[in-house]
Every structure is written in C-alpha cells, then in structure tokens.
C-alpha cells in the first residue's frame, strides 16, 4: 500500500522557519518528482513547490520563492520542505504530492500556523 506520511507542522511566530518531512513508504518514489501543495480555510489547494526525481531541478510558487526550500534524500524516500520567514499568510494544510505512473498519491497533510 503506497502511503505518504507528512511531519513538522505546527505553530510558529511570523519570521520563523519550520522544516516539513513526507516520508513515502508502499513505493519506490525515488524515480519520480515529487511536490508541496496547502490549502488554507476557505481556500482551494494550491501549489507550492516541486522536485525532480534527482533532485536537481525545483520549482516554486511565487509567493514562497526566496524562502522555502525543497529537497529530497532518495536513501530515505523522504521530501523536504524548509520554511524560512514565515508570514500569516502561509497559514494552511500542508500536503506532500507523488506522481507515479499508476497515479497521483496525496499524505493526509500536516497543519502549520503563523502567528502575527
């Protein structure tokens, strides 16, 4: 059974830093990119950042771009995502995505709040 298990949420001051982990397990994800998506209240999910399966190319959303950073350790099936200066606005479920040849695998996500 192929499972996405995200950790490192929580609650944190504006200008703080959380670092995220989704540890993949059910399947090798090492070969596939992988990504970050959230959804704040009221909001729709929205992307955040992605990396390829190596790990030498990322991709950000705008609004996070300078200050969250995506990596991935393959040893350990895992992907991170380091937050730095966080603001409010960032305030949301945070989910780990996987896209596989047999589909497109969700964690059940991790809540980070910013407080101002």
């Known amino acids: 059974q192929v499972q996405l298990v995200e950790s490192g949420g929580g609650l944190v001051q504006a200008g703080g830093s959380l670092r995220l982990s989704c540890a993949a397990s059910?399947?090798?994800?090492?070969?596939?990119?992988m990504g970050w998506f959230r959804q704040a209240p009221g909001k729709e999910r929205e992307f955040v950042a992605t990396i390829n399966w190596s790990g030498g190319s990322t991709y950000y959303a705008d609004s996070v771009k300078g200050r969250f950073t995506i990596s991935r350790d393959n040893a350990k099936n895992t992907v991170y995502l380091q937050m730095n200066s966080l603001k409010p606005e960032d305030t949301a479920v945070y989910y780990c995505n996987g896209d596989l040849p047999t589909g497109t695998y969700w964690g059940q996500g991790t809540q980070v709040t910013v407080s101002s």
């Open positions: 059910g399947r090798t994800f090492s070969a596939y990119p």
